[in-house]
């Protein structure tokens, strides 16, 4: 089965303008969930999808940060102004159960988006 | 507050010689504990957690809950065993609390 897929792999914008990142999860799972790794800290959890609803978005910085999942199949996260605070590594995971815990989660390979 | 610590960013070890990587949480409820690991140019996965007490690629984890540990072992390094390795928390919520990684060599 294919894997959870992120592009671009990398971003590199300017200060100001607007990116979108995507996360295609593993057929089937009805979770989504989107991390960041800032340089040199740990990997922090932004939110959580189930299906097309946002289930937990607790982690999102700031209201610069939208996530979608129409249809409840692929995920966007758009950043809208990029700061340079906002460069790190996006990375997206999927479930087949609600806390996968059976499976554990499926990582995709990551964005890694650079802020200048 | 929940929290990881893994108090080695760089750990190197022998090919041979036992490893072991430290993790610490704070969590005062009942904690789900996971390691992930990372290997060069792949992405990260999920190698062993708390509840299946199973032994992966030859490593082991004990939930200690009285020192708040769960520290990953292996008796033997092996050079495949080089990566990047995520200790992680899970509480009420369905989020993970990632520490800082290690960052293990194997020299050979």
Redesign the interface.
């Known amino acids: 089965e294919a894997g959870v897929t992120q592009f671009p792999s990398h971003s590199v914008i300017e200060k100001g303008q607007t990116v979108t990142l995507r996360c295609d999860p593993i057929s089937g799972h009805d979770n989504l969930y989107w991390y960041r790794r800032v340089m040199g800290k740990e990997i922090k959890f932004l939110l959580h999808f189930v299906k097309e609803s946002k289930q937990d978005e607790s982690g999102m910085p700031n209201n610069r940060f939208l996530a979608e999942r129409t249809g409840g199949t692929y995920s966007t996260l758009k950043v809208q102004p990029a700061e340079l605070e906002d460069s790190g590594v996006y990375f997206c995971a999927s479930s087949q159960d609600l806390r996968g815990t059976v499976y554990g989660y499926t990582f995709g390979s990551g964005t890694r988006l650079t802020v200048v | 507050a929940q929290r990881?610590t893994q108090p080695e960013k760089l750990l190197s070890v022998f090919k041979g010689a036992p490893v072991e990587l430290k993790c610490n949480y704070s969590y005062s409820g009942s904690p789900?504990l996971?390691w992930?690991v990372q290997y060069s140019r792949?992405?990260?996965?999920?190698l062993l957690?708390h509840?299946s007490r199973e032994s992966i690629k030859g490593f082991t984890a004990d939930l200690n809950k009285g020192e708040t540990s769960f520290h990953l072992k292996k008796p033997f390094a092996q050079e495949e065993d080089s990566a990047m390795y995520?200790c992680a928390l899970?509480t009420g919520?369905?989020?993970?609390?990632?520490?800082?990684?290690t960052r293990l060599t194997v020299i050979p």
């Open positions: 990881v789900e996971f992930y792949q992405r990260l996965q999920l957690r509840i995520y899970r919520a369905n989020n993970l609390f990632f520490g800082t990684g």
